[in-house]
């Protein structure tokens, strides 16, 4: 079986640094889904499994090829996008916030938390709403500049989730922040990243 060219692996993580660069470039944080964050994270990273996987199976691995299964790596495409669906729907509601910390995003939240009960209670970084049935912890301890709101407890209802996540999006909107000093990192990343797919499309290697 021919190898994978290296572009494979080269195009998605080149794009997927490339657009954390430009997001930790930004001056205002981006807000997206738990989901969302997981699925780019999986396209960025597709390639790399996908010309792992080539090179295992042509080492002879596993007692079978591509070529027999027939659309081996439409199968394999169809496994791990269920595997990721599978993982998203067993995982904690979350919100992925870039570029902002945790002493950043305090006051917002707790803004948004206070407007949708009053009788909320803090616990350090993490908030009960008893009157809306929600608890949430701020995790902000990496040091990508990356805050995660964390659904705790039993699993909120989906139209409570969205309701508060809705508001945070909207009072975090408003937030003006310095950009990442990770933004050179990555957009360096992609940049080499992409420079070694268009040297493999080009017949580089």
Not at 114 to 135: C, H, K, N, Y
Not at 153 to 182: A, D, H, N, Q
Request: aromatic share 8%.
């Amino acid at each position: 079986m021919p190898s994978i060219p290296l572009w494979w692996a080269a195009l998605p993580l080149g794009c997927y640094l490339t657009l954390l660069g430009i997001v930790h470039l930004r001056r205002r944080p981006l807000a997206v889904s738990g989901a969302v964050d997981a699925a780019c994270l999986a396209a960025g990273l597709s390639g790399c499994l996908a010309v792992g996987l080539s090179g295992f199976v042509v080492a002879g691995g596993p007692p079978w090829s591509w070529d027999v299964m027939g659309g081996g790596w439409a199968v394999m495409g169809a496994v791990a996008v269920l595997l990721l669906a599978l993982a998203i729907l067993v995982s904690r509601p979350r919100l992925v916030i870039y570029n902002a910390t945790v002493e950043q995003l305090r006051p917002a939240v707790a803004e948004v938390v206070l407007a949708i009960d009053p009788s909320a209670r803090w616990a350090g970084e993490t908030v009960a709403m008893p009157s809306f049935g929600l608890q949430v912890h701020i995790d902000g301890g990496s040091t990508m500049r990356n805050v995660t709101l964390v659904a705790l407890g039993k699993r909120p209802s989906p139209e409570g989730w969205s309701e508060f996540t809705r508001r945070v999006r909207g009072s975090i909107g408003l937030l003006r922040v310095s950009s990442s000093p990770w933004s050179g990192l990555f957009l360096l990343g992609g940049i080499l990243a992409l420079g070694v797919a268009a040297w493999s499309v080009l017949g580089g290697f």
